[in-house]
């Protein structure tokens, strides 16, 4: 299973739930392999592609909303956490004499977005650094996807129904421990 990690090393009050929303979106637009109907943002003047469909947006609403009030809330004591998307296949699981027992979710891929809630000295400065961080963060997930390894990392697509022939998990990690 290959693990691409995205660091943000600072997050402002502002910015921060756009920022991941915009995140998100980009490693799903890049991983969903049915039919998406693309979209763009606008977040803090870089464009971002995006997913337009009613189920994705609310699963990243919802993530995202769950982080942002573990920050503010006071979950978290250092304002630091992890957002983790995972991809899977479906593969027959087998019992000990090799007996088909059903199915389980084998992962395949994983994005670890590490994120930090910062106060800014200057709001100025702050969008820029913040900004460069988006690109940068946008150049590696096309670097990665478009790779020869991120290529060969995607399994064999045997169901095309839907939006994705892979099950996705994201989950959400404060102080080690995973919440909502």
């Known amino acids: 299973m290959s693990i691409p990690t995205i660091t943000i090393d600072a997050l402002d009050r502002r910015n921060a739930k756009e920022v991941l929303h915009a995140i998100l979106h980009a490693i799903l637009f890049h991983r969903l392999f049915g039919t998406v109907k693309p979209q763009t943002f606008e977040v803090l003047d870089v464009t971002v592609p995006g997913v337009a469909d009613p189920e994705m947006e609310q699963l990243i609403n919802d993530k995202v909303d769950v982080f942002w009030k573990a920050i503010e809330n006071g979950t978290s004591t250092n304002k630091r ?9 479906k593969r027959p699981k087998k019992s000990w004499f090799q007996v088909y027992v059903g199915e389980e979710d084998v992962p395949w891929e994983q994005w ?6 910062r106060q800014p000295k200057s709001d100025k400065d702050f969008d820029i650094v913040l900004a460069s961080t988006l690109s940068k963060t946008l150049h590696t997930i ?7 390894g991120g290529r060969t990392a995607v399994p064999l697509i045997t169901n095309a129904t839907g939006i994705s022939p892979f099950p996705i998990k994201i989950r959400i990690k404060m102080d080690g421990a995973e919440i909502g």
């Open 81 to 89: 956490g992890q957002i983790l998307v995972t991809f899977s296949e």
């Open 112 to 117: 670890i977005i590490n994120g930090e809630m």
């Open 142 to 148: 096309l670097t990665y996807t478009s790779s020869e």
